[in-house]
């Protein structure tokens, strides 16, 4: 092969890849059709940002900043123990279920990816303990905000180089370093959420972790969810075939995956997915980094003809809808099959939501690897600090995701 070869091989391979970041596959034309997207969508993320920035430090909890996920450790829940690990000493507290985590991803060309694999430490994808000094951790803003462009910019080469080479820091995000760091939070069950991401080949990953969860036996700490692409013309018959293997949970991610949710095409899905009494976990709202292209397809009101249209299908927004919490909030409000997954949130964007649901409805969940799981155990403790808010604090928890899904009571004798 000449080096002429060699170079065009390797664009066409980064090319490919690219898509591990994932935001850009899915779609051939990213203008979104007339009032799907407007200025004043534009303009509110934006606002919103920015009050966010101004407000910080001055919400109802004062100044929560901390140097790095192991500064926690100040915090009355937490310390570090003798192996330099942050752990959570609170033993009142319950089983915590944890909806929102995931596994690391062995996709496209394949890369090596020992899913049984301990390794000395989780290198999570934004990772506030990496450097020295780490990245100032702050609980009162949205979670991707502690990270500096040029460390969300890395992020994206790890996301992009797992489909080809692999990395050290995705042969980290194992089962054993997840359940490791669930001990250390107490955390007693986690739902792990594969994306079908379209590609053409290896695109196979809740049936790569459902597999690896069965060989280390740990079905009784982590549940795998599945994942379908909107967009498959067999998407449905493939949800028919995770369901009769025991998916419960099924991941849908429209900034990924570049769809409206509520777009009449899916209804299909929709229809099998509360048929088979399944659950749908959406990626909810705009996080602030994913590219402009992807941010249409997310906003709150393209999920509400979902929770309208299929009243007894149970739909959890993810990250309480990120940065646009407030709207997704109150869409979730309006509708009892709709649950709130907090993942994100400030402390207090969170005492702000907890305000206005009771605690209702509201799923703890960490987006591990991405984070460290007691970044977001942190902020439901601050925010559940009175003998008023003990039964929210469980709520949130556990309670809550038992009352979703009754099998773990069973399983894992919660109840």
């Known amino acids: 092969m000449t080096g002429k070869a060699r170079l065009s091989r390797r664009r066409l391979l980064a090319y490919t890849a690219s898509g591990l970041a994932l935001s850009s596959l899915g779609g051939c034309d990213d203008t979104p059709p007339p009032g799907r997207y407007t200025q004043a969508d534009i303009d509110l993320l934006d606002n919103q940002r920015s009050l966010e920035a101004q407000q910080r430090g001055k919400g109802p909890y004062g100044d929560q900043r901390y140097e790095g996920y192991r500064g926690l450790a100040t915090l009355p829940w937490f310390e570090i123990d003798n192996t330099g690990r942050l752990i959570c000493i609170d033993d009142s507290l319950p089983g915590i279920v944890d909806v929102h985590a995931h596994l690391g991803m062995s996709i496209l060309f394949k890369p090596e990816l020992d899913l049984q694999a301990v390794t000395p430490r989780v290198r999570h994808l934004l990772d506030c303990d990496g450097a020295d000094p780490p990245c100032e951790l702050d609980l009162d803003v949205y979670i991707n ?112 995956q570049k769809f409206y949710p509520d777009d009449s095409s899916l ?77 994100g949130q400030g402390v207090s964007s969170l005492e702000a939501i907890i305000n206005k649901t009771g605690g209702e409805r509201l799923l703890f969940g960490t987006d591990w690897p991405w984070y460290h799981l007691g970044a977001t155990l942190a902020k439901v403790l601050i925010t559940t600090d009175t003998p008023e808010r003990s039964a929210v604090r469980d709520a949130i928890l556990r309670n809550n995701a038992v009352e979703l899904f009754p099998e773990l009571a069973e399983r894992e004798n919660l109840g």
């Open 145 to 256: 905000g502690n990270f500096s462009p040029e460390a969300l910019k890395q992020n994206e080469k790890v996301l992009t180089t797992q489909g080809l080479w692999g990395n050290e820091v995705v042969r980290s995000h194992t089962i054993p370093n997840l359940i490791a760091e669930m001990d250390t939070m107490r955390v007693q069950h986690s739902f792990v959420l594969p994306i079908k991401l379209g590609l053409p080949f290896g695109d196979n990953i809740s049936e790569q972790w459902r597999s690896a969860i069965s060989r280390a036996d740990a079905a009784d700490r982590i549940t795998t969810g599945c994942s379908v692409h909107p967009r498959d013309d067999y998407r449905v018959e493939e949800l028919r075939l995770h369901a009769a293997k025991g998916a419960r949970l099924v991941k849908l991610h429209p900034t990924v």
């Open 267 to 343: 209804n299909p899905l929709y229809e099998e997915a509360q048929r088979l009494g399944m659950v749908v976990f959406f990626h909810g709202g705009r996080a602030g980094i994913e590219p402009a292209s992807s941010q249409p397809f997310a906003v709150p009101r393209h999920y509400a003809r979902v929770l309208e249209d299929f009243p007894r299908l149970q739909v959890i927004l993810g990250h309480a809808g990120a940065r646009d919490s407030a709207a997704m909030v109150d869409l979730a409000v309006k509708h009892q099959n709709a649950w709130i997954g907090i993942h």
